[in-house]
């Protein structure tokens, strides 16, 4: 998809939708199905099957709770797959163009620039922390719950630093608030086409199936 804008808009609009019900997550799973390159385009599989893990063992629980376990599973499924869509497909600079065509050059501009900076942050942590676990696998450590808890601390560690780094060099540069930059965007028939399914599962979460059958008859 190479419109930012719809991109974005479809990722809101899924959300709610899988959210929604499980009509609307599988409407999703759908959509994912049809636009979306799937399993080839996700860059950090291992980071997508453990939370995929989680979400089972939270499920399990729920059931074993006597709640709707599985209706929780599918709609955290459906929004872990858009969720996952954007990330891949996000650009340097999409946060920053898109928020800038929605509020102007100052609220925009460092909305889009905070988007960005999160964005760039989440890549260093995942990739920080499959050097974690390479040296971890070097020492003759086995990885397991023990480690990720210091794991865990040395990310947050090197988190907080990276962004007083950032702040030092922005405050270092003058930057005070807002920003100049005229965004350009290019929108395919296929991104209209994503964009509209998306109103359509939207849609079709928030209309109850037996309603649906009853209409058609």
């Known amino acids: 998809m190479q419109d930012p804008r719809i991109r974005l808009l479809c990722a809101f609009l899924l959300s709610f939708a899988a959210f929604a019900s499980v009509t609307g997550a599988v409407a999703v799973f759908v959509w994912w199905l049809a636009f979306t390159p799937q399993w080839q385009s996700i860059r950090h599989r291992t980071a997508l099957l453990t939370t995929l893990v989680l979400f089972v063992i939270v499920a399990g629980v729920m059931i074993l709770a006597g709640s ?7 709609r955290m499924i459906a929004i872990l797959l858009v969720g996952t869509w954007v990330y891949d497909e996000s650009c340097t600079g999409d946060f920053l163009s898109v928020g800038t065509w929605l509020f102007g050059t100052r609220i925009g501009f460092e909305a889009g620039m905070i988007a960005g900076m999160a964005m ?13 676990r390479i040296a971890t696998g070097l020492k003759g450590q086995p990885w397991g719950i023990r480690s990720i808890v210091p794991a865990g601390r040395i990310l947050i560690h090197d988190a907080l630093r990276r962004a007083d780094e950032t702040a030092e060099v922005l405050a270092m540069r003058g930057y005070r608030d807002g920003g100049t930059i005229c965004p350009h965007f290019h929108t395919t028939l296929h991104d209209a086409m994503a964009g509209t399914c998306a109103a359509v599962a939207l849609v079709l979460a928030y ?3 037996s309603e649906f059958f009853i209409l058609n008859r």
Do not use: N, W
């Open 207 to 209: 209309i109850p199936v």
């Open 68 to 74: 709707d376990g599985l209706s929780y599973l599918v």
């Open 120 to 132: 760039q942050m989440a890549t260093g942590l995942s990739e920080d922390f499959r050097r974690i």
